[in-house]
């Protein structure tokens, strides 16, 4: 029989203890179990992931990811290539006090602990509680250098690595050693790596100028970068500079002073600028090319190169300016593509001006469009709203916003505006530039004056003119022959809006900037000097193969009879130029376009004369590049000179005359030119008469405009079937610039009066005079074989005293005409030749 225990019998306290000597027994052996566990479990992981742990870096050769950086004439900064932006700076040049204020705010320990804190980690956790966010990380400064190396991998097993890694850096290397990997390691936002590149991108400067607030500002940023931004988050910047100011005077790094006036100090942290795009974007994407080409994209975007370009940025910004403002009004000559959308809702509209004032601010801007919105239209004049502030757009303003119609001349009167009622409707939104006033004032309807504001009375009134985007797209490209250096390139009217560089990527028909080409072989090979006479007449010409017949005329269908090369090439006239090329043969004038520089394949046909064939802008100006250095083919580059992280030469291609190199680099490239010598493809003479031929194009010819540039100009304009493309060529003695402007779709003419002559030389006229401005240009030399003889342009004959439109022509000594005009030939004085011309 059991017995019941009697609870009121007290319990046996031997029986009690041993019951808990029992318990602490299994509780001290499920311990043991579970540390032996955690042990082998650890262990097991560090045998799983040690051999996946990187290898600890060797400081005598650490060479990080670094930027390339790519430099313009004069070493202004034009781009930089980088996967880490990164520039490692000797820990001797990394100020003290900025080491004293990354320690203080990210591992206060750092110097007593072997790479792992775990009390470190225990105080970041209760701080980051009482202050419900992270504003300390658990990571020493060791663990950090070690995550730099890890990388960012999303595993379980990465904190093991770390450590791993952590105390492994912390047995082989000394304190400083680690400050100075964190230091050029350590990401700190808009793809900086390191303190150096921190400093350049938010403050401009080098990482030992920097002042204490700014130092404390970097040094706030490794635990949460686009959390603390400067540029981005400025009041959260401050917010977590005054904790590091505060923990660097906690810990004795600052004093009570100091760290108040680096806390009362302005915040002026910078944007990250985009060099890129910003200041020579069609040039730069074309080293980034031929360098990913070269070097690959680790070389580029790792290697830390240091690239030289022969690029001014001030030509390139006057051919930004040049070709813009042609483009525009190349493309107002076009007429006026409509609104940009159309708002019909009152409450829309409202919003649409809300946001474009919020966009604006309170300036509006006077050298650039802005967006309005069309409120009123009159006969006269439309108001419109640019924000929140009203303005007038009088019928001035848009005179040339016809509808576009290739057909019509844009001169017609039928091509002017009148009524702007029949262009703007209420609602369109469209884009607009502030003028002045009298700046719209055409002399036509003097009565329009009265509905505009007076200045003196209403300084801040706004009056405004129509633009629009351009349709159309132009090339520019400028080179110094003489040093082989690109200075200046345009590959379309905006990089941003297409990447499309036409200069290199495009084929167009040249029309007859072509012309030089096969003339200067007629001079070479043929004879032909400026007295040569053709015979511009009608000819037919069967082609059996394709069955057709080409009867090919000139710019009026008219004909001239006897003409010289001069009046031929001078006034650009169709025939003889065709003429020509039967003379000197197709095969041989393709092959002889081939070694001047055009890599385009080329058609046989009598066609080519006109240009119709399509080229390359860069392979045009390439082959003027020819004539511009005497008949000696030069190489042009956009790349100057390379050099590696360590300063080794990778690449050279400098000139001895470059104004910047050092003299010892200059005493080099000239030695490689004694050895190295460029070919030449003319001799000087024959490639004197076509300059002095193309000189004359420039100064009485289809680009006589050209005079204004008030330098010796040689070149040539060229104009295709339906204006598609117009062209102008030209060079002074040591620049040679190429200008090309036309729709993107070569079947889209750009209409009825334009040519190289109206729609590009203009443009290169601008860019010139820009570039030139202060730089002045000699006379092209005259080699010794060269006389000058007048001659009459009609015949051909030296000309007599007072033979009218006689004209100075260069010729070989033993090829200058020897036979006068006769006197009873010659015309009365102020007759003039007509010639038929393509533009």
């Given at each position: 029989?059991?017995?019941?225990?009697?609870?009121?019998?007290?319990?046996?306290?031997?029986?009690?203890?041993?019951?808990?000597?029992?318990?602490?027994?299994?509780?001290?052996?499920?311990?043991?179990?579970?540390?032996?566990?955690?042990?082998?479990?650890?262990?097991?992981?560090?045998?799983?992931?040690?051999?996946?742990?990187?290898?600890?870096?060797?400081?005598?050769?650490?060479?990080?990811?670094?930027?390339?950086?790519?430099?313009?004439?004069?070493?202004?900064?034009l781009?930089?290539?980088?996967?880490?932006?990164?520039?490692?700076?000797?820990?001797?040049?990394?100020?003290?006090?900025?080491?004293?204020?990354?320690?203080?705010?990210?591992?206060?320990?750092?110097?007593?602990?072997?790479?792992?804190?775990?009390?470190?980690?225990?105080?970041?956790?209760?701080?980051?509680?009482?202050?419900?966010?992270?504003?300390?990380?658990?990571?020493?400064?060791?663990?950090?250098?070690?995550?730099?190396?890890i990388?960012?991998?999303?595993?379980?097993?990465?904190?093991?690595?770390?450590?791993?890694?952590?105390?492994?850096?912390?047995?082989?290397?000394?304190?400083?050693?680690?400050?100075?990997?964190?230091?050029?390691?350590?990401?700190?936002?808009?793809?900086?790596?390191?303190?150096?590149?921190?400093?350049?991108?938010?403050?401009?400067?080098?990482?030992?100028?920097?002042?204490?607030?700014?130092?404390?500002?970097?040094?706030?940023?490794?635990?949460?970068?686009?959390?603390?931004?400067?540029?981005?988050?400025?009041?959260?910047?401050?917010?977590?500079?005054?904790?590091?100011?505060?923990?660097?005077?906690?810990?004795?790094?600052?004093?009570p002073?100091?760290?108040?006036?680096?806390?009362?100090?302005?915040?002026?942290?910078?944007p990250?600028?985009?060099?890129?795009?910003?200041?020579?974007?069609?040039?730069?994407?074309?080293?980034?090319?031929?360098?990913?080409?070269?070097?690959?994209?680790?070389?580029?975007?790792?290697?830390?190169?240091?690239?030289?370009?022969?690029?001014?940025l001030?030509?390139?910004?006057?051919?930004?300016?040049?070709?813009?403002?042609?483009?525009?009004?190349?493309?107002?000559?076009?007429?006026?593509?409509?609104?940009?959308?159309?708002?019909?809702?009152?409450?829309?509209?409202k919003?649409?001006?809300?946001?474009?004032?919020?966009?604006?601010?309170?300036?509006i801007?006077?050298?650039?469009?802005?967006?309005?919105?069309?409120?009123?239209?009159?006969?006269?004049?439309?108001?419109?709203?640019?924000?929140?502030?009203?303005?007038?757009?009088?019928?001035?303003?848009?005179?040339?916003?016809?509808?576009?119609?290739?057909?019509?001349?844009?001169?017609?009167?039928?091509?002017?505006?009148?009524?702007?009622?029949?262009?703007?409707?209420?609602?369109?939104?469209?884009?607009?530039?502030?003028?002045?006033?009298?700046?719209?004032?055409?002399?036509?309807?003097?009565?329009?004056?009265?509905?505009?504001?007076?200045p003196?009375?209403?300084?801040?009134?706004?009056?405004?003119?129509?633009?629009?985007?351009?349709?159309?797209?132009?090339?520019?490209?400028?080179?110094?022959?003489?040093?082989?250096?690109?200075?200046?390139?345009?590959?379309?009217y905006?990089?941003?809006?297409?990447?499309?560089?036409?200069?290199?990527?495009?084929?167009?028909?040249?029309?007859?900037?072509?012309?030089?080409?096969?003339?200067?072989?007629?001079?070479?090979?043929?004879?032909?000097?400026?007295?040569?006479?053709?015979?511009?007449?009608?000819?037919?010409?069967?082609?059996?193969?394709?069955?057709?017949?080409?009867?090919?005329?000139?710019?009026?269908?008219?004909?001239?009879?006897?003409?010289?090369?001069?009046?031929?090439?001078?006034?650009?006239?169709?025939?003889?130029?065709?003429?020509?090329?039967?003379?000197?043969?197709?095969?041989?004038?393709?092959?002889?376009?081939?070694?001047?520089?055009?890599?385009?394949?080329?058609?046989?046909?009598l066609?080519?004369?006109?240009?119709?064939?399509?080229?390359?802008?860069?392979?045009?100006?390439?082959?003027?590049?020819?004539?511009?250095?005497?008949?000696?083919?030069?190489?042009?580059?956009?790349?100057?000179?390379?050099?590696?992280?360590?300063?080794?030469?990778?690449l050279?291609?400098?000139?001895?005359?470059?104004?910047w190199?050092?003299?010892?680099?200059k005493?080099?490239?000239?030695?490689?030119?004694l050895?190295?010598?460029?070919?030449?493809?003319?001799?000087?003479?024959?490639?004197?008469?076509?300059?002095?031929?193309?000189?004359?194009?420039?100064?009485?010819?289809?680009?006589?405009?050209?005079?204004?540039l008030?330098?010796?100009?040689?070149?040539?304009?060229?104009?295709?079937?339906?204006?598609?493309?117009?062209?102008?060529?030209?060079?002074?003695?040591?620049?040679?610039?190429?200008?090309?402007?036309?729709?993107?779709?070569?079947?889209?003419?750009?209409?009825?009066?334009?040519?190289?002559?109206?729609?590009?030389?203009?443009?290169?006229?601008?860019?010139?005079?820009?570039?030139?401005?202060?730089?002045?240009?000699?006379?092209?030399?005259?080699?010794?074989?060269?006389?000058?003889?007048?001659?009459?342009?009609?015949?051909?004959?030296?000309?007599?005293?007072?033979?009218?439109g006689?004209?100075?022509?260069?010729?070989?000594?033993?090829?200058?005409?020897?036979?006068?005009?006769?006197?009873?030939?010659?015309?009365?004085?102020g007759?003039?030749?007509?010639?038929?011309?393509?533009?």
């Open positions: 029989m059991t017995r019941k225990p009697n609870a009121l019998i007290p319990a046996n306290p031997r029986r009690r203890r041993s019951l808990l000597v029992r318990v602490l027994a299994w509780m001290l052996s499920c311990l043991v179990f579970w540390a032996a566990g955690a042990t082998a479990g650890v262990y097991v992981i560090y045998l799983a992931v040690a051999d996946s742990v990187p290898p600890l870096p060797d400081l005598s050769q650490y060479t990080p990811p670094l930027t390339t950086r790519v430099y313009s004439q004069g070493r202004i900064l781009a930089e290539f980088a996967v880490e932006r990164r520039d490692v700076v000797p820990a001797a040049e990394i100020p003290q006090e900025l080491v004293q204020a990354f320690i203080a705010s990210e591992d206060d320990n750092f110097f007593n602990h072997g790479g792992i804190d775990p009390m470190g980690i225990l105080r970041a956790a209760i701080k980051n509680v009482k202050a419900g966010r992270i504003v300390q990380g658990g990571s020493t400064i060791t663990q950090q250098v070690a995550k730099s190396f990388g960012r991998e999303k595993t379980f097993t990465r904190k093991f690595k770390e450590a791993i890694l952590a105390r492994r850096l912390e047995s082989k290397f000394g304190k400083e050693d680690i400050l100075y990997l964190y230091l050029n390691q350590i990401y700190l936002g808009h793809g900086s790596y390191g303190v150096q590149a921190a400093a350049r991108n938010y403050f401009h400067k080098n990482v030992w100028d920097l002042d204490t607030a700014e130092m404390a500002t970097i040094a706030g940023l490794p635990q949460a970068p686009s959390d603390y931004d400067p540029v981005e988050r400025p009041k959260e910047a401050l917010e977590r500079r005054s904790y590091v100011l505060d923990r660097m005077q906690a810990v004795g790094y600052a004093s002073e100091s760290a108040e006036r680096a806390r009362m100090a302005p915040l002026e942290a910078h990250i600028p985009d060099l890129f795009r910003s200041r020579a974007p069609y040039f730069t994407e074309e080293v980034r090319r031929q360098l990913q080409q070269k070097y690959g994209t680790e070389g580029v975007y790792e290697g830390g190169l240091t690239v030289e370009t022969g690029v001014d001030d030509w390139q910004l006057a051919a930004q300016i040049a070709s813009n403002k042609g483009l525009r009004r190349l493309d107002h000559r076009q007429g006026y593509r409509g609104p940009l959308i159309r708002i019909d809702e009152l409450d829309k509209r919003e649409f001006l809300d946001k474009l004032q919020a966009q604006l601010g309170e300036e801007p006077d050298d650039r469009p802005v967006l309005a919105l069309v409120e009123e239209v009159e006969e006269s004049l439309a108001r419109v709203a640019i924000g929140h502030r009203r303005a007038l757009l009088p019928v001035m303003g848009m005179r040339w916003a016809r509808k576009p119609d290739p057909t019509v001349h844009y001169k017609s009167s039928s091509a002017r505006v009148t009524d702007v009622r029949k262009v703007l409707d209420p609602g369109d939104v469209i884009l607009v530039q502030r003028v002045k006033p009298a700046a719209l004032m055409d002399g036509e309807h003097p009565g329009l004056a009265k509905l505009l504001p007076d003196e009375k209403e300084p801040d009134a706004l009056v405004v003119k129509l633009d629009q985007i351009p349709a159309v797209q132009g090339a520019l490209l400028s080179v110094e022959p003489r040093l082989g250096y690109v200075k200046a390139i345009i590959g379309g905006n990089f941003a809006d297409s990447e499309f560089n036409r200069v290199l990527q495009a084929c167009r028909q040249p029309g007859s900037a072509f012309k030089p080409i096969h003339y200067s072989l007629a001079i070479k090979e043929k004879e032909y000097n400026p007295a040569t006479v053709i015979i511009d007449s009608a000819v037919v010409y069967d082609d059996p193969e394709n069955q057709n017949r080409w009867k090919p005329e000139n710019y009026d269908s008219d004909f001239q009879g006897k003409v010289t090369v001069h009046t031929a090439l001078v006034n650009s006239m169709n025939v003889p130029s065709i003429k020509v090329m039967d003379a000197v043969g197709i095969p041989e004038a393709i092959e002889w376009a081939h070694k001047l520089g055009i890599s385009t394949p080329l058609r046989e046909e066609g080519l004369a006109l240009g119709s064939s399509c080229v390359k802008p860069w392979d045009l100006v390439g082959v003027y590049s020819v004539f511009n250095m005497g008949g000696v083919k030069p190489e042009l580059h956009f790349i100057k000179k390379v050099t590696d992280r360590f300063g080794r030469v990778l050279d291609r400098s000139s001895h005359a470059d104004p190199q050092a003299w010892d680099d005493l080099d490239r000239a030695y490689d030119r050895v190295r010598p460029r070919p030449r493809l003319l001799p000087v003479e024959d490639n004197y008469i076509l300059t002095h031929l193309l000189m004359g194009v420039a100064s009485r010819g289809t680009a006589a405009q050209a005079r204004a008030g330098k010796p100009v040689a070149g040539k304009t060229g104009t295709t079937n339906d204006s598609a493309d117009a062209w102008f060529v030209g060079f002074t003695h040591d620049v040679v610039t190429g200008v090309w402007a036309g729709n993107d779709e070569p079947k889209d003419p750009l209409g009825r009066g334009e040519n190289g002559s109206r729609a590009a030389l203009p443009i290169w006229i601008d860019f010139m005079e820009r570039a030139l401005a202060e730089r002045p240009q000699e006379d092209f030399e005259v080699p010794a074989g060269i006389t000058f003889v007048r001659i009459d342009p009609l015949s051909g004959l030296r000309a007599r005293p007072g033979t009218p006689s004209v100075l022509e260069a010729f070989r000594w033993d090829e200058k005409p020897k036979d006068f005009v006769p006197a009873a030939d010659m015309v009365e004085s007759q003039f030749f007509k010639v038929d011309r393509l533009y």
